[in-house]
């Protein structure tokens, strides 16, 4: 049942996708789609459809921002491998962008997703106004220097130096957070609900998130996990694993799940999905 | 007259971009304000204010857009500068941002302004939505791949091949044009007129402004340029003095200024401004 929904929505996210970029011509069209299609999770909009499904929501303004929040987070990915950052070779099994097209192709075509992210939204369908103004900016208050690139700014700084616990919970609440807490806020907008409605649910599910990739990147398989592990430690880097022990991170992991799938209360029946969702997480391998 | 307002138009767009990040702290914000506030002529979002005022627009929201377009076009300067595009240590004079901040944090930097130009518009206090949206249609169509971005990547096509006439024309309509368009369109957007109402003016203004770009490129001085000089031979770039000759170039600079200012009959003396702006741009020195 729940593997069926997952199915479903992804088909959804990539049906739109390739409808919003299929007809395009021309190589930044085809470095864009590259990366966009290179077998992503989709973790992100699917938050978005099944928040917004589980408030009887419009389901096309959903789809909407949910493809502009993978776009903003393809392109984020994109940058993040390039040489000057991270200078990762391989992200989800696949040569990088800029090992495919070149580093400037990489840089303009990351620039070109977060730039398309807005314009998908901005040609959409959708007659509510002022829906389209606050789901623009849930989506580019998260993306931005407040969250997700002021958390890579503090990642580039905590390569350099020792962070505490504190820092690194913060660096996770912008870099990976602030995108999941929005793609559940735009969930929540598209119903005409209060959009803090599944903050806590996609708080701890950010964490959670952060905190099995940390555990990945030590026990994972670099087939499965799709990009190299022991990177961290190669970059002596602060995770939760390095701060509280392999077991310790486990059992955060453990309690954050039941965090999100206990916030989930007030949905009754409507949860469920969500609910499934932490636990898929949980134990994800990739 | 027309350098008081020029002035008055630049001092308005400085102190709303001071406004909009002078208070916020870290890394990230400094390194976007380095090149925000690195001395750009401002023709941009001049253009927008004084499209505007020529039609007795919203100032207060054509501020809001016009400093939109300059983030755009600062982030589109730092990322063109980076060693993997143009390779550039210098523009305006100064150092460019990465020589200063790092690769890293100039990719971030720049990707923060493009980001930040969608913020600073969706917070500022405008009360009607269709007018922001369809601002942000405009802004965002210019800047994206069907645009300014497209043109980079012709443009960067270019370096390696010969290219004619109007494949050079249709390069700069989208590297430059598109913006520079996008600048006018929104002057008449926040005063509820067809963005396309100065089109023509803003056509011929761009490409005029581009062939000034590439006689200043030699004729110019390297201190008063702000850029390094003869880089386009360097390159060995197609440009328009490589194509029609120095005195065919000019001779088309001053075709397309006649043209920018013939376009603005129907304002009366209404547009005295901007005909005094497309005057002042083929005389520019830098």
Known sequence: MFREKLGEYINKIDTHLHTLLDSKEGLIYEAMRYSLYAGGKRIRPVLTLACCEALGGDMEAALSYACAIEMIHTYSLIHDDLPCMDN???????????????????????????????????????????????????????????????GQIMDMEAEVTQIDAETLSLLHKKKTGALICASAALGAVSAGK?????????????????????????????????????????????????????????????????????????????????????????????
Chains 1, 2 share one sequence.
């Open 194 to 286: 209060d959009p803090a409605i599944f903050e806590k649910y996609a708080l701890s599910l950010g964490l959670a998130f952060q905190i099995r990739d940390d555990i990945l990147d030590i026990e994972g398989d670099v087939e499965t996990f799709g990009k190299p592990i022991l990177s961290d430690e190669k970059n002596s880097k602060t995770t939760y694993v390095t701060l509280y022990g392999m077991d310790g991170a486990k059992e955060i992991l453990k309690e954050e799940t039941q965090n999100a799938i206990d916030s989930l209360h007030f949905l009754g029946t409507k949860g469920e999905f969500l609910k499934e969702l932490a636990l898929y997480l949980l134990d994800r391998k990739n």
């Open 88 to 150: 990762d070779d391989l992200r989800r099994g696949k040569p990088t962008n800029h090992i495919v097209y070149g580093e400037a192709t990489a840089v303009l075509s990351g620039d070109a997703l977060l730039n398309y992210a807005c314009e998908s939204v901005l040609t959409a369908d959708i007659k509510d106004s002022k829906m389209q103004l606050d789901a623009l900016k849930i989506i580019y208050t998260a993306s931005g220097a407040e969250g997700m690139i002021g």
